[in-house]
Every structure is written in structure tokens, then in C-alpha cells.
């Protein structure tokens, strides 16, 4: 057990673990919202703590990607309800749980489901977005729900440049000292996507507390 210690706490492992706990405390677990955010939060809690002590890491984290993007998918909906989103959700989810069944018996780890969903979620923030604009509705950009929505941008954004890089050429490049592009991107992505989620707690207890 104690060769688990260094690899569970880690600045990024830490930072996840907190938003979790701090997502318990304060968010509404009556708000549908708040509802999915706490089961994305929980996703990554399991997915991280589990990288540190599983050893088939390839299905854990196969199984994540699916679940967490899907979740992300769905909290746009909860934004944006509308038949083709809904259908979109489903046909990814349906393409995603064949695609595991296929290609986890021929590769490590599938990333290719993940990329997939990263690109439908930044395709459809950004189609939502420009409608928003297109209608002068400023207010939605200065909510605290567009902030969710901002959240997980550069994550999906970060890691599926990454992904896309099979062959670790891009990937394995050094930086500087002994830090890697890919730990580089990793350490910003997350940072930047838990720190976001953090705000948005902290705006919404602030929003409960005026109440």
C-alpha cells in the first residue's frame, strides 16, 4: 500500500479530489445541473484514484472517457434541449460502446471515443454560442452556467491534440529539464478545467447564500 502513496497524491489528484468534496458541500443536489456536474466530478475522482492503485489501466480509462464525455453532452443539453442534441447523445453513446467492444481487443487504450465526443461537445458550444451572439443575448455570456459550459474547453481541446498524436512523436517531446509536452498539456488542461469548476461552486454557493 505504501507504494500508492506517491502516485494518489499528486497536485492534479489533489486538486480533483478537493473540487469533488467542495462540490459535495455546496452544490444543490436538488439542481439537475448540479446533479451532473457531482457525477462528472465523481467519474474523475474514480478514474483518478483508480490510475493509482489498478493495474488495467487502458479499461479504466476507456470506460471514463465515454462516461465523462457523455455527461458533458448531456449537461448541454440540459441547456440546449433539443431533438437533434438528444439524438446526437445517443448515437455517440451507441458508437461508443460498440467502438470499446471492437477496439479494446486490439489496442491499449482507445482515445479515439474520447476525441470523438471532445470534438461533438466543442462543435456544439461553439454552434450555441454563436447563436446566443447572433441574438445580442449577453446575459447568457456573463452566467454563471456559461462559465460551467466554458469549463471544460481547453480539457477536451488539450488532451485531444494529444490523443490525436498515436505515434507519441508530438507527445514525447521535452520542453524543458525533464517535462514532456504531453505532462506539460495534461498539468495546464486540468488545472485550467478544475480551477473553472471550482469558480462556478464557489458563484453558485455566493448565489445561495443572497437567497
Given amino acids: 500500500m505504501s507504494e500508492w502513496i506517491p502516485h494518489i ?14 462540490g459535495l458541500l455546496y452544490l444543490n443536489k436538488q439542481n439537475t445541473r448540479h446533479k451532473v456536474l457531482l457525477c462528472v466530478l465523481f467519474v474523475s475522482v474514480v478514474t483518478e484514484m483508480g490510475g493509482a492503485i489498478l493495474t ?3 479499461l479504466l480509462y476507456s470506460i471514463a472517457f465515454i462516461v465523462h464525455n457523455t455527461l458533458w453532452l448531456s449537461m448541454l443539453f440540459l441547456f440546449k434541449n433539443t431533438r437533434f442534441l438528444k439524438k446526437i447523445i445517443i448515437a455517440y453513446v451507441v458508437f461508443c460502446v460498440f467502438y470499446f467492444l471492437y477496439k479494446e481487443v486490439d489496442t491499449p487504450l482507445n482515445t479515439d471515443n474520447f476525441i470523438i465526443g471532445a470534438f461533438i461537445y466543442l462543435f456544439t458550444f461553439l454552434t450555441l454560442s454563436f447563436k446566443e451572439l447572433k441574438a445580442e443575448n449577453i446575459v447568457f455570456f456573463q452566467s454563471n452556467r456559461y462559465l460551467l459550459l466554458c469549463s471544460p474547453l481547453i480539457f477536451f481541446f488539450g488532451y485531444s491534440i494529444m ?21 506539460f498539456v495534461s498539468y495546464l488542461s486540468n488545472i485550467i478545467y478544475y480551477l473553472l469548476i471550482l469558480l462556478y461552486i464557489y458563484t453558485e454557493k455566493r448565489k445561495d447564500d443572497k437567497l
Fill in 56 to 58: 488495467n489501466l487502458s
Fill in 9 to 22: 497524491f499528486t497536485p492534479i489528484k489533489i486538486l480533483v479530489l478537493l473540487t469533488f468534496i467542495l
Fill in 163 to 183: 490523443f490525436g498524436f498515436g505515434d507519441h512523436v508530438l507527445t514525447g517531446e521535452v520542453l524543458f529539464r525533464d517535462t514532456l509536452l504531453y505532462d
